[in-house]
């Protein structure tokens, strides 16, 4: 918070209306999308600013999700500057084609706003679209709010854009509690986006004036080294994407980390929270430290690349890990963060006792009061020695 | 132009010098089976797309046999995704050149864009995808290449397999006598789209392709042109004889060379005489099973299909002798 701020408009305005001034601010070039709640404010409101000439683009209305994401990597590959968003079954329908994108390397920028999937059928917020496209190679994010909504949405281009990156990257923000939701936030001017992010000028693309082939198929002497580049690549962005962090933190005044930390000091009890719900845990965190149980948060940010280092830093001197997942693993560890926490922890010599508790599924409100309850649960757990492989927190009957 | 390669052999220069670019854009060593007539239609679509124009290909026999890593055998800008969103694929492309173009970042003219697939990958699994970029109008120019089933997992039946043939998931047996269904007519659906170039072409017919493929490419819109190709392995059938079975194809009137411009239809290739359709199936092992009355169902189905067109086309009926005077009992969807 040392900078000084650039100029900044603080404004009201929706978290999904924000992230589409995000999208008109980075200049995107090309957009397609298909409708699908709550993502649906986001590409309604890019339309009508490219339907009044406010933003210079192409905005096509594709038949699927399936068909977005093609039509993307059609974008990018001729060297346009891309973006989409979509959530849940959408996310899922074009499960078959992140992959392709993220190892043909075009820097599509793409927001998720998380929701369940079906079925049974919901249209609410939790993590369970985005766990199942862990491996997709693309870089993920997750914001809190929506001003981090606002900024790693401008941020998220200069990442994937970067040559020695080139990778598409994901936004994730909570459906509906965070995207349906009005908040105060500062955007910042098109003059300073400009500065800190200037025009796409592709590394490859179609041009007959060049022609390549993209997309050849591997055989198995050399689709293990495609892979190994690919994950060489995806482990070395986590310094592009910390390097385009500090600029922004340099220009507005908003620093980011991998892994926050929240009231962590002298903490011995640390719960570990992902998306919007972390703003919640705080007010539990500081009730509970008002009560004198030295409980701290850690907020996940940088999913991928996983932050393995900052997360076994973090960690030093607690001795209960409480992750909470927002997505369920069926028969198998439950959480998906936490049985990737845990793998994380676990070569460290001294290391918290690591639970978890699967809250919020299918839009379930979590509220302050959860938390509380759930370091008590978790505190009494470890005491009396683990039980379960995890809990789902708050199911009735 | 020095990298690409050059027809340099004498029959070039008797039959075709004047016509027909020498530049070669689909280039030798790519792996495709001995026979087969899909390679030869990429070769002249290539040659009719000329130097200025990005392909987007489906997964599929002509994908993976030009396009192992690191080499290839296309000399324009290439793309390949998946299967089932060539379309959207080229949507991208062509929408990306768009605002490219409209800023001012296009150095020349704004390259076409083509878009390939096999018959599974149009008429099955891409359809979607397909119907999609009709509909939305992008300017780009569709082709088909249609050797009627999946070839490239082993010939499995699409719904582009033409009735009574032979395939590994449709195979004759005691109680079937191969493909139950008719042969989906994709042209007919690529029309209802009301887009403004529709064509069914054939490598056998050399200067036909190429010119409705250079009106498709010259077409502002969608185009769809639908090219059939003889495939040797999957049609078990001699490998020399690939043209002649995609004349057969015309001859028969079982694959009528036709287009439909604005909606209107014209026949580009009318034989003085329909020739039997057992002329077309018996050089292929995939129709050897069928008996008589499975053929003469598909000759009074073939014919009366052909009258369809010709009606639409505006042109007279010619005589067809060889018909079978009733109809044959065997059902379709049997």
């Known amino acids: ?397 | 132009m020095e990298k690409f390669g050059y027809a340099q052999s004498p029959k070039f220069d008797t039959y075709a010098s004047r016509l027909m670019p020498r530049e070669e854009y689909f280039t030798m060593g790519h792996r495709s089976c001995q026979g087969c007539g899909e390679a030869l239609a990429v070769r002249w679509v290539t040659k009719a797309i000329g130097e200025d124009a990005i392909i987007a290909h489906a997964t599929g026999c002509m994908e993976i046999v030009s396009s192992g890593l690191p080499q290839t055998a296309w000399m324009h800008p290439w793309i390949h995704v998946a299967f089932e969103n060539t379309a959207a694929v080229a949507s991208g492309v062509e929408s990306g050149l768009k605002i490219l173009e409209r800023k001012g970042k296009l150095s020349g003219p704004r390259p076409k864009v083509v878009a390939m697939g096999g018959d599974g990958g149009t008429s099955d699994i891409g359809l979607q995808a397909l119907s999609g970029a009709m509909e939305r109008g992008h300017d780009f120019t569709y082709v088909c290449w249609d050797n009627e089933a999946y070839m490239n997992t082993g010939i499995q039946r699409s719904s582009s397999t033409p009735f009574g043939a032979m395939t590994t998931t449709s195979p004759p047996g005691k109680q079937s006598f191969g493909q139950s269904t008719w042969k989906k007519d994709m042209v007919a659906i690529a029309v209802a789209h009301g887009i403004p170039y529709v064509a069914t072409a054939s490598p056998s017919y050399v200067f036909d392709l190429y010119f409705k493929i250079r009106k498709a490419i010259e077409t502002p819109g969608p185009a769809y042109v639908h090219v059939l190709s003889v495939c040797p392995t999957g049609w078990r059938s001699p490998t020399d004889l690939s043209v002649r079975l995609g004349r057969l194809a015309a001859e028969t009137a079982v694959f009528p060379l036709y287009e439909v411009v604005n909606g209107e239809y014209h026949l580009t290739m009318q034989p003085h005489k329909i020739r039997p359709i057992r002329d077309y199936l018996k050089p292929q092992g995939r129709f050897r099973h069928l008996r008589d009355p499975e053929i003469d169902y598909i000759q009074m189905r073939v014919i009366e299909r052909y009258r369809e067109l010709l009606a639409k086309c505006g042109l007279p009926e010619p005589e067809f002798p060889f018909l079978p005077e009733e109809e044959a009992p065997v059902e379709e969807g049997a």
Not at chain 1, 57 to 86: D, K, L, P, W
Not at chain 1, 125 to 135: F, L, P, Q, T
Not at chain 1, 268 to 287: D, Y
């Open chain 1, 1 to 397: 918070m040392s900078a000084k701020p650039a100029k900044a408009k603080r404004v009201g305005m929706e978290v999904s209306i924000a992230v589409s001034h995000a999208v008109q601010l980075a200049r995107a070039e090309a957009i397609a999308a298909y409708p699908i709640t709550p993502q649906t404010h986001i590409v309604e409101h890019l339309s009508s600013l490219v339907a009044n000439g406010e933003l210079e683009a192409e905005f096509v209305n594709v038949e699927s999700e399936h068909s977005a994401i093609s039509t993307c990597i059609g974008m990018s590959a001729a060297g346009a500057r891309t973006y989409t968003a979509t959530s849940s079954q959408g996310l899922a329908l074009m499960h078959e084609i992140l992959y392709i994108t993220s190892a043909m390397r075009f820097p599509i920028v793409m927001t998720v706003a998380n929701r369940a999937l079906s079925g049974p059928l919901s249209i609410w917020n939790d993590h369970s679209d985005i766990m199942g496209a862990r491996d997709i190679g693309w870089i993920q994010i997750f914001v809190e709010n929506g001003q981090e909504a606002f900024d790693h949405s401008v941020m998220a281009f200069k990442i994937a854009e970067n040559a020695k990156v080139l990778l598409p990257t994901i936004i994730n923000l909570d459906g509906f509690i965070l995207s349906h939701v009005v908040e105060a936030l500062e955007m910042v001017d098109q003059a300073t986006v400009d500065k800190f992010l200037p025009a796409y000028v592709p590394r490859h693309n179609l041009d007959p004036k060049h022609p390549v082939t993209m997309g050849a198929f591997a055989m198995p002497e050399i689709y293990t080294e495609v892979k190994m580049n690919h994950q060489v690549t995806l482990t070395q962005s986590y310094d592009h994407i910390l390097k385009v962090w500090n600029e922004w933190g340099k220009l507005t005044g908003r620093q980011y980390q991998p892994v926050e930390r929240y009231q962590t000091k002298d903490a011995k009890i640390l719960l570990l929270t992902m998306g919007c719900l972390s703003e919640v845990a705080e007010i539990a965190v500081e009730e509970m430290r008002d009560q004198g149980l030295p409980v701290g948060l850690l907020k996940l940010r940088l999913w991928r690349p996983f932050p393995f280092q900052d997360l076994r830093e973090a960690v030093k001197g607690a001795e209960l890990l409480i992750v909470c997942d927002r997505a369920l693993s069926l028969g198998g560890p439950g959480g998906p963060v936490l049985s990737e926490v845990r793998s994380a922890l676990y070569p460290m010599a001294e290391r918290p006792a690591t639970v978890g508790y699967i809250i919020g599924l299918g839009g379930r409100d979590v509220n302050p009061s959860a938390f509380k309850d759930i370091v008590n649960k978790a505190q009494a757990e470890v005491s009396e020695g683990l039980k379960e492989e995890f809990h789902l927190y708050g199911v009735r009957g």
